[in-house]
Nanobody, 122 residues
Framework: QVQLVESGGGLVQAGGSLRLSCAASGRTFQYYTVGWFRQAPGKEREFVAVISGGGDSTIYADSVKGRLTISRDNAKNTVYLQMNSLKPEDTAVYYC???????????????WGKGTLVTVSS
């Protein structure tokens, strides 16, 4: 069993920055892909970014490239999402998830956190 806990969400003005954290416990974290997904009010969940177990490979959604950066510290069992130049359209609940395959699709993730809310005001 894996537990994932997101933190770092909050209210920020457009153009501002936040850093989200995803703390994991329960198994050997370093071998597994971790992804960030988000769900805005009234919209479907969408992929944001994913990082491989060793941290050497990443993929980003086109909408966040150049503004959001995913990274991980396996010694701390934590994955981060640095969010810069935030836009109102980034407003959503952000979820981290982990799974065995380096994919961008939600169904390949086995475990999910409960999410953290990011609100970007204009």
């Amino acid at each position: 069993q894996v537990q994932l806990v997101e933190s770092g969400g909050g209210l920020v003005q457009a153009g501002g920055s936040l850093r989200l954290s995803c703390a994991a416990s329960g198994r050997t974290f370093q071998y597994y892909t971790v992804g960030w997904f988000r769900q805005a009010p009234g919209k479907e969940r969408e992929f944001v970014a994913v990082i491989s177990g060793g941290g050497d490979s990443t993929i980003y959604a086109d909408s966040v490239k150049g503004r959001l950066t995913i990274s991980r510290d396996n010694a701390k069992n934590t994955v981060y999402l640095q969010m810069n130049s935030l836009k109102p359209e980034d407003t959503a609940v952000y979820y981290c998830a982990t799974g065995p395959k380096f994919r961008t699709t939600a169904h390949t993730m086995n475990y999910w956190g409960k999410g953290t809310l990011v609100t970007v005001s204009s």
